[in-house]
C-alpha cells in the first residue's frame, strides 16, 4: 500500500510540474539576442512575420530578473501581451508602471518607451508590432531603471 501511495504521489507531482510548466511556457524562448539594444539576456522567437495580407509581426520576448530594452519608438504603434512575470514600461516624460502576466500594453506609434524585467522577477510578453523598423535611442539610465528620477 505504502509503494502504491509513494508512485501516486510521485505520478500526481510530476503531472503538476508539467502543467505548471506549460502554464509559464507558451511558447519557446527562442534564440538569445546580442546585446545591442537592451541589458542583460533576453531571448526572441518570432511566431509569425509581415506578409503581404498581415502587415505585422508578432513575437515572444522572455527576459531575465534585471534585463531592460534601451529608449525605442515604433513608428506604427506596439501591443505588449504580457504573458509571464513582472516587469516595468514607460513612456518618455511618464512615471514609470509596474505590469504584470495578464495586462495589455499599447505602445502608442512614435511614444519613446522602454520595457523589462523587474530585478526580481524573469518577464515575457508577445509583441504585435507593425511591420516598420523600431527606432532605437539611448539607454535606460539606473535612475530610470529604479523610478528615481
Same mark, same amino acid.
Given at each position: 500500500?505504502?509503494?502504491?501511495? !509513494?508512485?501516486? *504521489?510521485?505520478?500526481? *507531482?510530476?503531472?503538476?510540474? &508539467?502543467?505548471? =510548466? ?6 519557446? &524562448? @527562442?534564440?538569445?539576442?546580442?546585446? /545591442?539594444?537592451? *541589458?542583460? =539576456? /533576453? +531571448? ?11 502587415? !505585422?509581426?508578432? =513575437? ?10 534601451? +529608449?525605442?519608438?515604433?513608428? @506604427? @504603434? ?6 509571464? @512575470? ?7 516624460? &511618464? ?8 495586462? /495589455? ?8 518607451? +522602454? ?8 518577464? =515575457?510578453?508577445?509583441?504585435? *508590432? ?5 527606432? +532605437?535611442?539611448? &539607454?535606460?539610465?539606473?535612475?530610470? !531603471?529604479?523610478? /528615481?528620477?
Amino acid at each position: 500500500m505504502k509503494k502504491v501511495v !509513494y508512485f501516486t *504521489t510521485l505520478l500526481l *507531482t510530476a503531472m503538476s510540474t &508539467r502543467v505548471a =510548466a506549460q502554464e509559464t511556457s507558451i511558447f519557446p &524562448r @527562442g534564440e538569445k539576442a546580442p546585446n /545591442v539594444h537592451h *541589458t542583460g =539576456a /533576453v +531571448w526572441l522567437h518570432e511566431l509569425s512575420e509581415a506578409d503581404s495580407t498581415f502587415n !505585422y509581426n508578432i =513575437a515572444v520576448a522572455t527576459f531575465e530578473p534585471g534585463a531592460k530594452l534601451d +529608449w525605442h519608438t515604433h513608428p @506604427g @504603434g506596439q501591443i505588449l501581451l504580457i504573458t509571464e @512575470g513582472t516587469g516595468y514600461y514607460q513612456e518618455k516624460g &511618464r512615471p514609470r508602471q509596474m505590469i504584470h502576466k495578464g495586462d /495589455v500594453i499599447k505602445c502608442l506609434p512614435g511614444v519613446e518607451h +522602454w520595457h523589462g524585467a523587474t530585478p526580481e522577477s524573469a518577464f =515575457a510578453y508577445v509583441a504585435i *508590432t507593425m511591420n516598420q523598423p523600431t527606432i +532605437w535611442l539611448e &539607454r535606460v539610465t539606473d535612475e530610470e !531603471y529604479s523610478g /528615481v528620477e
